[in-house]
């Protein structure tokens, strides 16, 4: 995703704002961060077993597609495994800078977005 129109009409952007992770992330459902950690450390095992055979372009090949860089460093392999199985496990959701509202996706995979604004101007704790 690149960009979010908020109902307030602010445009929400997680590119090319200093500021964006502030605004942006993803929410998992109760257990599935915890089985996301879990496929990410048997592929980064299969990573690392392939590059012990000599196999790790076709490694990269089979998991990521015949477009993927052959030449990527492992720590950037790492990095985009873990991102591929994190983001299959969650939802993510932006914040609006103006009036605070949340935009959650609506399903996996999916470009709608839910909004939900905030009942008062204020902050609330628990």
Not at 35 to 48: C, D, F, P, Y
Not at 74 to 93: H, M, N, R, T, W
């Amino acid at each position: 995703m690149s960009k979010l129109a908020c109902e307030c009409g602010a445009i929400l952007s997680d590119v090319g704002q200093e500021d964006s992770d502030k605004y942006w992330g993803v929410i998992y459902p109760c257990g599935e961060e915890n089985s996301a950690r879990e496929k990410a450390s048997q592929q980064i095992q299969s990573l690392v077993n392939a590059f012990v055979s000599g196999e790790v372009s076709k490694w990269l090949e089979e998991y990521f597609g015949k477009d993927y860089p052959s030449d990527m460093e492992l720590a950037g392999c790492v990095s985009d495994i873990l991102q591929v199985c994190y983001q299959e496990k969650g939802l993510a959701y932006g914040r609006c800078h103006q009036c605070r509202s949340v935009l959650i996706q609506s399903e996996r995979d999916s470009s709608l977005y839910n909004n939900y604004a905030p009942s008062s101007k204020s902050s609330v704790g628990i």
